[in-house]
């Protein structure tokens, strides 16, 4: 069976932003990830850009005085 992960993220930014092109930005549990695009990204912030459809990971660096963005996946190589 395979899933749609494209589909999934973009109904979930309907629901949170009310738009497909909308930008999510929160804390997801690692089972919540792999549910809704099949993988875990990492822990800390997970934003979810579907202008540009992207998802990264954002992670607090320098004692919490910078942020690094990492992990970015496009939603086509899901």
Known sequence: MKT???SNLALFLLEKTGS???VWEGRML???QRTL???FIGKGLVIIN???ETICQC???CF???YDYR???EWKNL
């Open 4 to 6: 749609d992960y494209a």
């Open 20 to 22: 497909i092109f909308g």
């Open 30 to 32: 690692a089972k919540d």
């Open 37 to 39: 695009f099949g993988r």
């Open 50 to 52: 579907g202008q540009e």
């Open 59 to 61: 992670v607090s660096v």
């Open 64 to 66: 919490g005085l910078d």
């Open 71 to 73: 992990n970015f996946v």
